[in-house]
């Protein structure tokens, strides 16, 4: 019963974070179809078991009229079926607008709470809500399937109680053999989780780092890692197979094998008739969907408990202080910060200070793994701290990162994308000139359509550069920015920062394996100590 309640808290949990219209409605209207197959389903055996044997004695004047005009059984048998797939679409649809409504507010919420890695707000977003719309498909399924056992039962026990007595005793000793399988499904169901989310974490880093992969030839320790894990993840998958596939036939084996049994015993066999074992294969069937329904409702529990982190998640950055100062000699000033990403008990930057004067370039090195991106990202907004202080002087900011966002849209689309004011066109062409995006001059070129496989990476860089800076940022970060810039290229850029910077209002934060290609003004450099603590050493 306690289990029982928590599901029912928890259908509540997801209902409020949904926000779909006429959810209650929807579900009462599966609850009365449900209902109207199950007397379809008795009305259909009772008037085939007529037919057939001519022996049903049921006194009732509308069951006599079908009895009496059996051209009214098929349109029944229309009926039952349009019934059936009205009820099925009405959960299916119902679960497809929980997944979609879930999907928005995971994104909104790796938006808002900004302390997610991207291979879990990956998994939350694109898989995580689907596991937990089959949770309330389940709940769905199950509440539609206990009206159809209760009608059923209803029926058997007025028709035979004896037998149906026998059945009784039965289902009550699958209880347990019943409640193991769920458990053992659900544990299956817990490594299918983490060892999914860990091979999603695996091909994230493969992608992330493939050209160094191939030119270190380190591809067969990364296959076999992969392969591994997944190896992991399927034996989990068919664990739960088989646990949730016993569950569900385990119902049918009991009915037809104690039928097989009565069947045998005189006393029972003359008991027996045709719609009894109709009703009853039925009363079975339904069973069957009930526990099919409760594995998945189990399963699909353990994503919900994981969404529940989300919430939890809430509370991580409630002791930050974010401010904006114009009148700051700093650009960004850091104060007393800490930050950990979600489902983390590990801080990844403990009591972070640090200062970054205006109109001047830093560089920010390390080797990977250290936190560069993570740190810009929390200079930046992006990524929220769990306490600590932020000041900014500014809040027109530009980002350049190594994997440049581009949209299949026309130039301008692209150079003018987030801007909020309207951009002329000569400003946009300067920067085109400026920065030499094409090796000579065309015409129309802001109404050029772009996509990622019309530009090289080099253009495709030049293009969020110059993105960057055509909405007058103040403080621009800078992430691996020319790494996919050809030596000239660099130069380019590097002398075109170094114009800004000195005809005034603009700082640099840049992340970089490679500080001698820019000329900059301070150093930081990330380091890692033997117990994972990570320094930030000023080098210049």
Do not use: W
Not at 191 to 216: A, E, M, P
Request: net charge neutral; hydrophobic share 40%; proline share 2%.
């Amino acid at each position: 019963m306690k289990n029982f309640k928590k599901i029912i808290e928890d259908i509540f949990y997801v209902s409020r974070l949904t926000k779909i219209k006429k959810k209650k409605v929807r579900i009462l209207f599966s609850a009365v179809v449900s209902n109207s197959i199950s007397l379809a389903d008795i009305l259909i055996i009772l008037s085939f078991s007529n037919i057939l044997t001519d022996t049903v004695n049921i006194e009732n004047e509308y069951l006599q009229i079908i009895f009496d005009n059996p051209v009214f059984i098929p349109i029944i048998v229309i009926f039952r079926y349009i019934l059936n797939f009205v009820g099925k679409y009405n959960i299916f649809s119902l679960s497809k607008d929980v997944e979609q409504s879930l999907k928005v507010y995971l994104l909104e919420e790796v938006y808002k709470k900004g302390n997610y890695s991207l291979s879990d707000a990956t998994y939350y977003i694109e898989t995580l809500s689907v596991h937990i719309a089959y949770f309330f498909n389940a709940f769905a399924n199950i509440a539609s399937s206990f009206i159809q056992v209760v009608i059923f039962l209803a029926y058997l026990s007025y028709d035979n109680f004896q037998t149906i007595s026998v059945f009784g005793v039965l289902v009550l000793l699958l209880y347990y053999p019943t409640k193991l399988l769920l458990s053992k499904g659900r544990l299956a169901m817990e490594d299918s989780f983490n060892f999914s989310r860990t091979t999603l974490r695996n091909i994230q880093r493969i992608i992330d780092n493939l050209y160094l992969v191939k030119i270190l030839k380190t591809q067969e320790n990364e296959l076999s890692n992969f392969n591994n894990n997944l190896s992991n993840l399927y034996r989990a998958e068919k664990k739960k197979f088989i646990y949730s596939d016993v569950n569900a036939t385990v119902p049918n084996f009991v009915a037809i094998f104690t039928f097989s049994l009565l069947l045998v015993v005189s006393r029972f066999k003359s008991l027996i008739s045709l719609e009894f074992i109709g009703v009853t294969l039925r009363l079975v069937q339904t069973l069957a969907s009930v526990n099919s329904a409760l594995s998945m409702l189990v399963g699909s529990h353990v994503h919900l408990e994981k969404l529940f982190l989300v919430e939890e998640n809430e509370e991580t950055n409630k002791d930050v202080i974010i401010e904006n100062d114009p009148s700051s000699s700093d650009a960004i000033k850091v104060t007393n910060l800490n930050f950990k990403f979600m489902n983390s008990n590990e801080l990844f930057f403990s009591n972070l200070n640090l200062e970054f004067k205006k109109n001047k370039h830093y560089i920010i090195t390390g080797i990977n793994g250290t936190g560069k991106s993570t740190l810009l990202g929390i200079l930046s907004g992006a990524l929220n701290p769990t306490s600590g202080k932020i000041v900014s002087s500014s809040q027109k900011v530009g980002y350049v990162g190594a994997t440049p966002l581009i949209l299949e849209d026309t130039l301008r689309e692209n150079l003018t994308y987030g801007s909020k004011e309207n951009v002329p066109d000569q400003i946009l062409y300067e920067l085109i000139k400026e920065f030499k995006i094409f090796n000579e001059d065309k015409e129309n070129v802001l109404e050029t359509k772009i996509t990622n496989k019309t530009l090289s990476s080099g253009q495709m860089q030049k293009v969020s550069f110059i993105r960057a800076l055509v909405g007058g940022c103040e403080i621009i970060f800078l992430d691996e920015s020319t790494a996919n810039l050809d030596v000239e290229a660099k130069k380019q850029i590097s002398e075109i920062l170094s114009t800004r910077l000195k005809s005034g209002n603009l700082t640099i934060i840049n992340s970089t394996h490679n500080p001698e290609e820019f000329q900059f003004d301070h150093h930081y450099m990330i380091d890692i100590h033997e117990n994972q603590q990570r320094h930030i050493l000023q080098l210049k």
